[in-house]
């Protein structure tokens, strides 16, 4: 039997997956119109590496090239993101925020992330736009794919675009962090996929150009007209705060919280109590964080999440690990079940700052908790009439039962653009 050639045996798999995304591409084309202003900052990194390695610099805690096992270039130094802004957005308004979109290309996000940024067209303001930044923080291999897609979009000042590698976001290599946690990749159904997500979720808060950033997943779309003060506000006194969900439902979160206030004191499960953690100055008890964030899509603190990862560097240090994430993932082992809004929030109420940083309003939710649970409601179309309004999110998530094809439908009739005519 001919052996075909190389050529020949990835064309029929390569047009198969690169359709989908022709078909993404063109729908976000389709769907937004933005100024694109993405400037590569490779070579910076690249010879803050070099600098590293003859030993002329040192480099930020956190930052990929700090990583013993970051892998060999490019990994290690890819990523591009917004910069250069215009001298009229120099200072944009402090309550502006940066979006934080963490995905990767496959069957089922690309037509999710097309719904996305059709929302995002539809209620954000042009004038004065409460998103300062669009950032997308992706697998390194795919970062090609995700700046032609950007590219795509077109030119329009709403906001401005960015991608940046998860390498950029994370303290050790990727593979490192999978062999800090093998029978976890083997016991949890989902795999590490999701903690990746979660991991870059806080990892970001370095390369976001806000005081505060909001979280995405491809599932989560705007609901209504997103104005200035919705997701961050003035107090009395002046203070920027994120608006917060104010609670973490499901059956799960309270195990999520508990492992992730265990994860500043040690690997097991109990170690928050065990060291006198629970009831120090701040009263950080399980039932009280129960009250603090959501889950996706969050509102939060840049310098919050910040000061989180310093704290978890510093437990990282002390059980002898490389880096944060390192030590997070190693913890899974010893079964603590975290999560980055259980991280979050215990990192924060430790050291006193999320009252700094944040308001609970118990007028406002930033999605309907019982759809974004429940992924089988998005098919009612009372239920979603109901979710378009008085929330600035909706989520139609993939783990709830909600596929791509029927989640477009879903959306549609709420952010489809009448001026585009279709033939069935």
Known sequence: MRTPTRAASRRPFGRLQILPWVIAVSALAWSLSM????????????????????????TPRGHPSAGHDCEPCPRCVQGSMASELKAIDATPDPRAVTFVLVATMNANNGPRVAALLASVQKYVEKDRSAVHTLLAVVPDAELRWWELAASALGDQPAF???????????????????????????????GLGYRFQMLLKLGVAEHVPTDFYVTFDCDVVLA???????????????ALKGVTQGSMGGPHAHRWLSSSLDSFFGTTPGSAQQKGGVNGAHDCRVSNLMHTVGVTPAVMSKHGAIATLKRLEQRAEEEGKRGWDEYLFSALEDGLDWTEYGLYAAGTCLDGSFNRHHVVDPKVRLYDAALQEDGSKFMDPKVMNEAFGPNPFVVVQSIGGSDATSAADALYSHLGNSAVEATR
């Open 35 to 58: 100024r694109l202003e993405m400037a590569s900052y490779n070579h910076e990194l690249v010879a803050r590496q070099v600098a590293i390695v003859e030993g002329r610099a040192t």
């Open 160 to 190: 401005k675009i960015g991608v940046l590698a998860e390498s950029a976001a994370l303290r050790s290599g990727v593979e490192a962090l999978k062999r800090a946690a093998p029978k976890t990749g083997r016991r949890e159904t989902r």
């Open 224 to 238: 209504r007209p997103l104005h200035l003060g919705d997701l961050v506000r003035k107090d009395e006194n002046g």
